[in-house]
């Protein structure tokens, strides 16, 4: 892939859908999320014509706070999943990519001060339109380490200043990364953007 890539949405868009181009404006991924579904259900297109679907993606169960979302090829085959984890995610976004039943990759929040403080200003009235050009967090995808502390990140997602939409911008920090690892992080970005839009 051609990084940095860029992932952006609009806010107020009924069924929501995000927008995947590389460094060269080529769009890569088109994510158009079901409406009206008890289980998330997430299909991923090559592009907004919708005639190629490169994936889905769904939950293991009914809307919760701790579902499994687990990411299938157009052939059906298994490419890992992530799940939130649990009550960390409260105050600082958590999540956990995993391959079959074991971590491989972790995404958790730069700052969390930053996603609070953009959480409070976007409920401002009218002066919270304005709240994607002043508190733009990030997040990190690292290998899990031993004791408890980050590994060394393989990629970083960061929001940028957008008014109106949800604009983020994707860095490849580890040039060894596979391929089938990339698709799997970047479905996982993807999915973590849409469980986390309501909260900046």
């Known amino acids: ?16 859908q995000i927008f995947v181009r590389d460094a060269g404006g080529t769009e890569i991924m088109y994510v158009k999320q079901k409406l009206f579904k008890l289980k998330e259900a997430i299909n991923v297109f090559s592009d907004q014509s919708q ?13 919760d706070f701790s579902a499994r979302y687990n990411f299938t090829n157009n052939q059906g085959m298994g490419m890992g999943a992530i799940k939130r984890q649990g009550m960390r995610s409260i105050w600082k976004a958590s999540y956990d990519i995993l391959e079959g039943d074991g971590i491989k990759y972790h995404i958790q929040e730069e700052n969390a001060f930053v996603k609070l403080m953009d959480g409070c200003f976007t409920q401002i009235p009218v002066v919270g339109i304005f709240s994607g050009y002043v508190f733009n967090p990030a997040y990190l995808v690292t290998r899990p380490s031993g004791g408890g502390e980050p590994g060394p990140t393989v990629m970083r997602l960061a929001k940028q200043p957008a008014f109106m939409e949800g604009k983020f911008s994707i860095e490849k920090v580890d040039p060894g990364l596979s391929q089938s690892d990339e698709e799997q992080i970047l479905l996982s970005l993807v999915m973590m953007v849409l469980l986390e839009r309501s909260r900046g």
């Open 51 to 63: 005639t190629n679907q490169l994936y889905s993606i769904n939950a293991d169960r009914v809307i």
């Open 1 to 16: 892939m051609n990084y940095p890539l860029e992932m952006n949405f609009k806010i107020l868009a009924v069924a929501p």
